[in-house]
């Protein structure tokens, strides 16, 4: 997968990591960007192609596909974090939180693999989290639905794979965006973050995972769950 002559529709693309992967998928040489927001006055980014998305709107996504019908490169990037837990948090927003990263991204997949068939395969990737291996207290909510979306990542790389669609995830952990303003603790450059996962498609990679806490949350996995969260698994 190439990046110059990519025809690539990138979601959230007003702020954070999506504007970089906007500006970036510009700078290397994308034919076309599709920057989509739910309000596109937002978008202020020159040179892109602003369209209106809301992924959690059926109608919207499907109007969105039934524009960008040239694209190769799709970059499912828009998410919420709302900080709440599964035990006592508020009910709709732990719905928002799958409503966005899970069934927002699996609309959008659904919605443009017969685009991206139709031009010859292309890509998808996915912007995933250190969360989708973690939980932690106050954000259990975020991790449940980035685990739900990592696993739909798998899933929809297998199916997909007949049609030469490449499918990557992209895991990382706390960076420097709105969505992590008020937590005073050492964050990626988001600008870092997206070169490294531009990098991983056209090194057609499965999975980017571009600091040590994505590493070490990955390799944790095979560990004892008292080892991995003793005082919450042992009440102690």
Not at 166 to 179: A, C, E, N, Q, R
């Given at each position: 997968?190439?990046?110059?002559?990519?025809?690539?529709?990138?979601?959230?693309?007003?702020?954070?990591?999506?504007?970089?992967?906007?500006?970036?998928?510009?700078?290397?040489?994308?034919?076309?960007?599709?920057?989509?927001?739910?309000?596109?006055?937002?978008?202020?980014?020159?040179?892109?192609?602003?369209?209106?998305?809301?992924?959690?709107?059926?109608?919207?996504?499907?109007?969105?596909?039934?524009?960008?019908?040239?694209?190769?490169?799709?970059?499912?990037?828009?998410?919420?974090?709302?900080?709440?837990?599964?035990?006592?948090?508020?009910?709709?927003?732990?719905?928002?939180?799958?409503?966005?990263?899970?069934?927002?991204?699996?609309?959008?997949?659904?919605?443009?693999?017969?685009?991206?068939?139709?031009?010859?395969?292309?890509?998808?990737?996915?912007?995933?989290?250190?969360?989708?291996?973690?939980?932690?207290?106050?954000?259990n909510a975020y991790g449940a639905a980035k685990a739900a979306q990592w696993s739909l990542t798998n899933g929809i790389r297998m199916e997909l794979a007949g049609q030469g669609t490449?499918?990557?995830?992209?895991?990382?952990?706390?960076?420097?965006?709105?969505?992590m303003a008020g937590h005073d603790i050492a964050k990626n450059d988001p600008a870092d973050v997206v070169r490294a996962a531009l990098d991983g498609i056209e090194a057609d990679q499965?999975?980017?995972?571009?600091?040590?806490?994505?590493?070490?949350?990955?390799?944790?996995?095979?560990?004892?769950?008292?080892?991995?969260?003793?005082?919450?698994?042992?009440?102690?």
């Open positions: 997968m190439k990046i110059s002559g990519s025809v690539a529709l990138v979601t959230g693309a007003n702020r954070g990591i999506g504007r970089h992967f906007a500006q970036q998928l510009l700078e290397r040489g994308a034919t076309k960007v599709y920057a989509t927001a739910r309000n596109p006055a937002l978008v202020d980014l020159p040179g892109v192609q602003v369209l209106r998305l809301d992924i959690t709107d059926a109608a919207s996504v499907a109007a969105a596909a039934a524009t960008a019908t040239d694209v190769t490169l799709l970059i499912n990037n828009a998410g919420v974090f709302t900080s709440q837990n599964l035990v006592t948090g508020a009910l709709e927003q732990i719905r928002l939180e799958m409503d966005t990263h899970f069934y927002g991204t699996l609309t959008m997949v659904r919605a443009f693999a017969p685009v991206l068939a139709a031009n010859s395969g292309g890509a998808i990737l996915n912007v995933l989290s250190a969360m989708s291996w973690l939980a932690y207290d106050g954000a490449l499918v990557t995830g992209l895991h990382l952990g706390s960076t420097d965006t709105d969505m499965h999975e980017v995972l571009v600091d040590d806490a994505s590493v070490q949350a990955k390799a944790a996995l095979a560990a004892d769950l008292g080892t991995r969260y003793p005082q919450r698994v042992s009440g102690s």
